[in-house]
């Protein structure tokens, strides 16, 4: 059961740090995307350094780093809590209006901005089990910033305690908060070394006792379409319309199947998220995802195929596809030693949560760094209905998610690196067996 009261210490944080705008933009070429990251980044750094933590950076990558010395001798990992600063770009995260409903009484929560906004439990079963919760959402006309600012006022908050209670035995912990990760820039390459951590978390998850360890694999494509570009009144026989062309790409893709919203689950699917230009070239962007590699390549081929046929059907224009690498299902690394997941069960089950892992329709900061050397499974925050207008977060979660926290830095003294993880004192849900109110969850 939870000791600390955390909530009081999390809402003021959350409200705080929702209100400022950190939305991240796919098109820049900067690191970070955007600058106004930086003012929670900066903020988020003197806050650190007021608690008490030590060796507080920020890097010339955006991210800012800082340690808790160890309480407990011995040889112990040195585990890192990670959460991305950055909001989606897909919906406002300006002028953030938040609002905290008290003991939620289990009515539709219509927002005051757009009353065209309501949270219905009706359609959100999810929200039906947050009856006396207290419920946090944005005011209507932009998103709350939840994702991950719920993650980012857990870590701080498990941070200050962790630097104030140095009776609290745990080994060296690294804190780490990072831009850009809602277009897939969180993990900068130099980010492992810096962190130097042995494993890490990521307050990245949605709902209560989500311990996270299987994500997509995730490729993305760009297809350029070059046509044959004259004066259309004498175009005849002479002109190819790259925009024709371009829509019969997209015509000849899956449509009925393959697709987000045709899937779920374990399935993947080829995402087309834009398309842009002119009669003279036209540019395809599509995401493709699956959670084992073999389903990915085929997507590839598949795409690769469809261009060759349209390619073919006209020679005079020049169709070309770029299949780039974005990130790998953290299972393919997290499977060989599963001792970061279990330890995470055992201490949800120790603060009164039951914990379940499922396949997340997504990818976190963790994917890439499990990838590159640190295994890093994603934790629950609470998070709901992110990236849009109807977004909330219970700080009820939040708090459960933050004691959880507090008691895997003293699981992981107590474990050392050649002792073998604690059992867990029930059966965990394995990967897919979600609670029945979690078919909504975010993908």
Wanted: charge should be negative; proline fraction near 7%.
């Amino acid at each position: 059961m939870m000791s600390a009261n955390f909530l009081p210490e999390l809402e003021e944080r959350f409200l705080r740090y929702v209100k400022i705008d950190t939305e991240a933009d796919p098109t820049s070429t900067t690191t970070p995307s955007t600058m106004k990251q930086y003012d929670l980044l900066n903020l988020l750094a003197g806050e650190l350094k007021e608690a008490g933590v030590q060796d507080v950076i920020v890097t010339d990558y955006g991210a800012v780093l800082a340690t808790i010395p160890a309480t407990a001798a011995g040889e112990i990992p040195t585990i890192a809590f990670l959460a991305h600063v950055d909001t989606a770009p897909q919906f406002s995260g300006k002028d953030v209006k938040p609002i905290v409903h008290r003991k939620y009484g289990g009515q539709d929560i219509v927002l005051p901005d757009d009353p065209s906004q309501a949270l219905s439990p009706a359609a959100l079963p999810y929200l039906q089990k947050k009856i006396g919760d207290d419920i946090v959402t944005a005011s209507g006309t932009t998103l709350l910033g939840a994702d991950d600012k719920a993650g980012v006022a857990i870590v701080m908050a498990l941070a200050r305690h962790l630097a104030q209670n140095t009776d609290l035995p745990h080994g060296t912990i690294r804190i780490g908060f990072t831009p850009d990760e809602e277009i897939g820039r969180g993990v900068h390459a130099n980010l492992p070394d810096d962190l130097k951590a042995d494993l890490a978390y990521t307050l990245d998850g949605a709902h209560l006792g989500e311990i996270v360890y299987e994500t997509f694999s995730a490729d993305v494509a760009r297809v350029t379409v070059k046509g044959v570009s004259i004066h259309p009144g004498w175009a005849k026989d002479k002109l190819v319309n790259a925009v024709h062309l371009a829509a019969k790409i997209v015509d000849t893709l899956p449509q009925v199947t393959l697709t987000p919203e045709t899937t779920s689950g374990y399935q993947g699917f080829m995402h087309i998220v834009g398309m842009g230009g002119s009669a003279a070239e036209m540019n395809i962007d599509i995401i493709l995802r699956d959670f084992e590699l073999e389903g990915l390549e085929a997507q590839g081929a598949l795409l690769n195929k469809v261009c060759a046929a349209v390619q073919a059907g006209e020679p005079r224009a020049e169709i070309t596809c770029k299949i780039t690498t974005q990130y790998r299902n953290m299972r393919y690394w997290l499977e060989n030693d599963m001792r970061p997941v279990e330890l995470a069960r055992e201490a949800c089950r120790a603060v009164g949560v039951e914990p379940f892992s499922a396949p997340v329709r997504g990818g976190t900061d963790g994917s890439r760094l499990t990838e590159m050397g640190v295994p890093t499974p994603n934790l629950f925050t609470g998070m709901q209905e992110i990236h849009g207008p109807l977004e909330w977060v219970s700080l009820q979660d939040m708090a459960a998610a933050t004691e959880m926290c507090v008691k895997l830095a003293q699981l992981w003294a107590s474990a050392g690196p050649g002792k073998k993880a604690p059992q867990p004192k029930g059966k965990s849900k394995p990967a897919g067996d979600m609670p029945d109110w979690t078919d909504n969850a975010p993908e």
